[in-house]
C-alpha cells in the first residue's frame, strides 16, 4: 500500500522560509513523478510542482525562482519553500503517479492534480 507522510509545514512570517518533506513507502516505483499540490481555503487544488525519476522539474508559474522541488531517489520528496507570501497560505500535498509520462517544464506542473496516491496534507501559514 503506497503511503505519502507530509511534514514540515507551519506558521511562518512573510518573507521567511520552510523546507517541506514528504516520505514515500509502499512501493518500488522505476518510472514514477512525484509532485506537491496545494489548496487554500475556499479555493480549488492547484500545482505546485512536479519531479520525475530522471530529476526534471516543472513549476507552477506562481512559485517560479521562490520554490524548489527535490527528492532522493523515490523516497523522499521536499519542497523549499523561499520568499513566503500571505497568498501561499494553504495546505500542501504531496503526491504521486506511476508510471508517469512527464509533459515537459511548462506542461508537467499541469498535470499534478491528477496523479494518483496523495498525502494527508501539511498546513503552511504565512502571516504578514
Known amino acids: 500500500q503506497v503511503q505519502l507522510v507530509e511534514s514540515g509545514g507551519g506558521s511562518v512570517q512573510a518573507g521567511g522560509s520552510l523546507r517541506l518533506s514528504c516520505a514515500t513507502s509502499?512501493?518500488?516505483?522505476?518510472?514514477?513523478?512525484l509532485g506537491w499540490v496545494r489548496q487554500a481555503p475556499e479555493k480549488e487544488r492547484e500545482g505546485v510542482a512536479t519531479?520525475?525519476?530522471?530529476?526534471?522539474t516543472s513549476y507552477a508559474d506562481f512559485v517560479k525562482g521562490r520554490f524548489t522541488i527535490s527528492k532522493e531517489n523515490s523516497s523522499t520528496l521536499y519542497l523549499q519553500i523561499n520568499s513566503l507570501k500571505p497568498e501561499d497560505t494553504a495546505m500542501y500535498y504531496c503526491?504521486?503517479?506511476?508510471?508517469?509520462?512527464?509533459?515537459?517544464?511548462?506542461?508537467?506542473?499541469?498535470?499534478?492534480?491528477?496523479?494518483?496516491?496523495w498525502g494527508q496534507g501539511t498546513q503552511v501559514t504565512v502571516f504578514s
Open positions: 509502499g512501493y518500488i516505483w522505476s518510472i514514477y513523478c
Open positions: 503526491v504521486a503517479e506511476s508510471p508517469c509520462h512527464f509533459w515537459g517544464e511548462n506542461g508537467g506542473v499541469r498535470q499534478v492534480t491528477h496523479y494518483t496516491y
Open positions: 519531479i520525475d525519476y530522471h530529476g526534471r
